[in-house]
């Protein structure tokens, strides 16, 4: 059936890339008297509801993170260019990572994107039947064995206000009190947005140095002004959802460890969206069962703690090579980098001395942020070398630089200003040690350092 | 390829009956006058009554009154598009500054199938209170051939002529779809409005809008080749 679909895709695909055949009118004798048989043109009940099902709708929707709903044939016919013209430039689906092997990879296909374009070329027909009105699929399973919630709503403005802060914003942090008076075993994270549309990322960090709590206290309003990580621990170490993309889960055999008496400290990227919106977010823990065993997850920083670029210039910038004492699985990383990044590598070295690109993103774009999952886990070997790379570009040109004209940026944040964290996993109670000593210590020398990273990059990757 | 100047001064002949839109200006002109849009003739504007939404009962209104103001901003809107809501505080402030100078300010829902009850909805919850009006039949879209939300057309009157003065975004808050600035730091159409109460030259008269595209009725996508890379069908 998908093969047949993806055939006929590509046969539209070919058709309305001809001049102008008019509708209905296609097949029929071409060149030496091949007959190629008319193709009926897609309809909405028949192949297009299906793409927009399984590729839209799970935003588009009522209630949903889009801000208009794609459910019927009518709502997709009055934006179908627009539809068209998102899906060629990369922005819809969200995704943003180059190559395969994720975790819930986001896209529209190229025979997808032909069906499509073949059913707007020929008025949008409906096909047989009333008219296919979509339902966006229900809730993945989620066991929600805690819950947390705002005791009270943080009001966002109608639009940024640039007054309070050089850097990102449209951010604010909360913590939330687990209350838990023993460790806890969190296999997987849930975010309920009160306002899905005025949302856009979810960054977790498990604390139990009661720093997150400080900020909280300090300010007399409900969470605080984020402006950085409350201790050492990086905001988005323990996980980050993007808004509409579904939950934060690990593979089931491992969790993040939760020490007892901890806050979730949550920084919440907003989007504000014309009129003030009420934001009181909630989050559910699902806990891996107590007879079940399980393996923790670390979090290891590839990380900038800070950057001088003078306006109008580029640079790239790269964290401190990390090499592996002890074999590791890597499940997942989480990019963090300001918005004048343009591109963002993660890279490993094996011991055999062959390279790979674990994560290459040609177009950062911080709004975007996710964790994102390899399918199936990477073995780093020990003596493994790993490396992040970011492309910062501070001109004109790029149309995400926030400022116009461009101004020199010199901005440093002692846990990483720039950070691609490793969701890693050790096989040994040594290697077990080690990780949950090696993240913290990289993020100190972070905090010692004044000046700008000089580190070089791997040869490879410098010559791109 | 169809362009759109033909079909429009045709139905401009045929629906007033009136003088085809004069010929565009020398493109190369960067005059304070917007280089490649129609000066347009007020009886043309005048034929163009467009469905009131403050009018329950469906009534329409026109844009362009004989009597009106000699300069009228249209600023073509949508009740869903996030970069279109996300402007709304400029627009306000659009709106003040218009009416400041005895201007007129009109938003124009340009999206097909937009009902008159989001619009109502939408103006309430966003405490809009300039007239909102449906283009339905894209009859000033049309004219104007507006493509994005939001976008902004500053026109003024001589005699019984209009000019579009400045056509573009609003601000500079959006550089590209889904790239969006910390904060605006330019108000183009508001500066093009003090401009021509100032007298002055307008910087730009024409700037590309950045917004959510719009599907033209009676008008389908043309087919772009996919540059979507294939990836493994489940």
């Known amino acids: 059936m998908n093969t047949i679909a993806l055939v006929l895709g590509v046969i539209f695909g070919l058709l309305v890339a001809t001049p102008d055949p008019p509708p209905g009118k296609r097949g029929g004798p071409i060149g030496d008297g091949l007959v190629v048989p008319a193709v009926p043109p897609p309809t909405w009940n028949g192949d297009v509801a299906d793409i927009i099902q399984r590729r839209c709708v799970t935003c588009h929707a009522m209630g949903r993170v889009g801000p208009f709903e794609l459910v019927d044939a009518a709502a997709v016919r009055n934006r179908g260019r627009f539809l068209l013209d998102v899906i060629d430039g990369g922005r819809m689906p969200p995704w943003l990572p180059t190559g395969t092997g994720w975790v819930n990879h986001r896209t529209v296909t190229t025979a997808e994107r032909a069906t499509l374009a073949a059913w707007l070329e020929s008025g949008g027909p409906v096909g047989d039947g009333p008219a296919r009105v979509l339902d966006p699929p229900g809730s993945s399973p989620f066991r929600a064995d805690l819950t947390v919630e705002m005791p009270e709503a943080h009001v966002i403005p109608e639009e940024s206000d640039p007054a309070w802060h050089a850097g990102e914003i449209d951010v604010h942090g909360v913590t939330f009190s687990l209350d838990n008076d023993s460790p806890l075993r969190v296999q997987a994270i849930r975010h309920r947005p009160a306002s899905p549309q005025a949302m856009r990322v979810a960054a977790f960090a498990f604390d139990d140095t009661g720093a997150g709590r400080y900020l909280d206290e300090r300010d007399s309003r409900v969470g605080f002004l984020m402006g950085g990580d409350p201790g050492i621990k990086p905001m988005g170490a323990d996980g980050v959802i993007l808004a509409g993309s579904g939950d934060f889960r690990l593979p089931e055999g491992f969790h993040v460890p939760v020490p007892a008496a901890s806050d979730l400290v949550t920084q919440f990227q907003y989007r504000p969206t014309g009129v003030p919106e009420r934001l009181q977010e909630r989050i559910e823990l699902e806990l891996v069962p107590a007879a079940e065993a399980s393996r923790p997850i670390r979090w290891l920083p590839l990380a900038v703690g800070r950057v001088d670029v003078a306006a109008g210039e580029g640079q790239r910038v790269s964290s401190e090579v990390i090499v592996l004492e002890h074999p590791l699985q890597l499940l997942g990383i989480s990019p963090r980098a300001i918005e004048i990044c343009r591109r963002l590598l993660v890279v490993v070295e094996f011991p055999d001395g062959h390279r790979r690109e674990l994560v290459d993103i040609p177009d950062w774009d911080h709004h975007q942020r996710e964790t994102l999952r390899f399918e199936p886990p990477v073995d780093l070997p020990a003596g493994s070398r790993l490396q992040a790379i970011f492309d910062l570009d501070n001109t004109a040109s790029n149309p995400r630089n926030p400022d116009d004209p461009p101004q020199r940026v010199n901005r440093g944040r002692r846990t990483g200003l720039l950070g691609n964290f490793l969701h890693v996993a050790a096989r040994t109670v040594d290697g077990d040690r080690y990780l949950r000593s090696i993240g913290p210590e990289t993020i100190r020398g972070l905090m010692r350092r004044a000046r700008p990273t000089s580190e070089k990059p791997m040869e490879s990757i410098a010559g791109d | ?234």
């Open chain 2, 1 to 234: 390829m169809i362009t759109h100047a033909a079909p429009i001064s045709l139905m401009l002949t045929l629906l007033a009956g009136a003088p085809a839109i004069d010929p565009p200006p020398d493109t190369k002109d960067r005059s304070d006058s917007v280089a490649t849009a129609p000066v347009l003739s007020r009886a043309v504007l005048e034929v163009i009554m467009l469905r009131d939404v403050r009018d329950a009962k469906g009534g329409t209104k026109t844009v362009f009154p004989a009597n009106g103001p000699g300069l009228v901003v249209v600023v073509l809107s949508s009740t869903t598009c996030p970069i279109a809501n996300a402007s709304v505080p400029e627009l306000r402030r659009l709106q003040a500054a218009v009416d400041d100078v005895g201007g007129r300010l009109v938003l124009v829902h340009a999206m097909p199938g937009v009902t008159a009850e989001a619009a109502i909805a939408h103006a309430n919850t966003r405490r809009l209170d300039m007239p909102i009006l449906l283009d339905e039949r894209h009859e000033l879209v049309g004219r104007l051939d507006g493509t994005v939300v939001p976008e902004a057309f500053v026109m003024t009157r001589n005699a019984d002529r209009w000019t579009i003065r400045y056509r573009g975004p609003l601000d500079n808050l959006y550089a590209e779809i889904g790239r969006r600035r910390r904060n605006a730091t330019s108000a183009y159409a508001r500066d093009a409005v003090a401009a021509i109460v100032a007298g002055t030259p307008i910087a730009q008269p024409i700037r590309p809008a950045v917004g959510c595209r719009i599907d033209r009725i009676g008008r389908v996508p043309k087919a772009v080749p996919g540059v979507v890379p294939e990836v493994a069908v489940e």
